[in-house]
Nanobody
Framework: QVQLVESGGGLVQPGGSLRLSCAAS????????MVWYRQAPGKERELVAE???????RYADSVKGRFTISRDNGKKSAYLQMNRLKPEDTAVYYC??????????????WGQGTQVTVSS
């Protein structure tokens, strides 16, 4: 079966750093775009960062310059390096893998999420 497992969340002070990891199994990883989303209580889910199968990246304006997304196809993993964290970064962070297929259109897989709390 397909599985995405996030790790690396936790409690950090404002200005600190965390590195999130997403380990994938059950998919041909190289063909998927990998995305980090986040959702805070009472707010809608938002895209944080994306890296395509070709290595192109994009970021939400709120994290640009502070966060870096990367992938290691050999390890079938994606990462999110988060620096200079702010209280407003507090959320559950979700790993997503998606691909567009000829017959079914876009297919999405989701991880269970990992909590990031930025507080003094």
């Amino acid at each position: 079966q397909v599985q995405l497992v996030e790790s690396g969340g936790g409690l950090v002070q404002p200005g600190g750093s965390l590195r999130l990891s997403c380990a994938a199994s059950g998919i041909i990883f190289d063909n998927f775009a990998m995305v980090w989303y986040r959702q805070a209580p009472g707010k809608e889910r938002e895209l944080v960062a994306e890296i395509t199968s070709g290595g192109s990246t994009r970021y939400a304006d709120s994290v640009k310059g502070r966060f870096t997304i990367s992938r290691d196809n050999g390890k079938k993993s994606a990462y999110l390096q988060m620096n200079r964290l702010k209280p407003e970064d507090t959320a559950v962070y979700y790993c997503n893998a998606h691909i567009t297929t000829i017959l079914s259109g876009q297919i999405d897989y989701w991880g269970q999420g990992t909590q990031v709390t930025v507080s003094s």
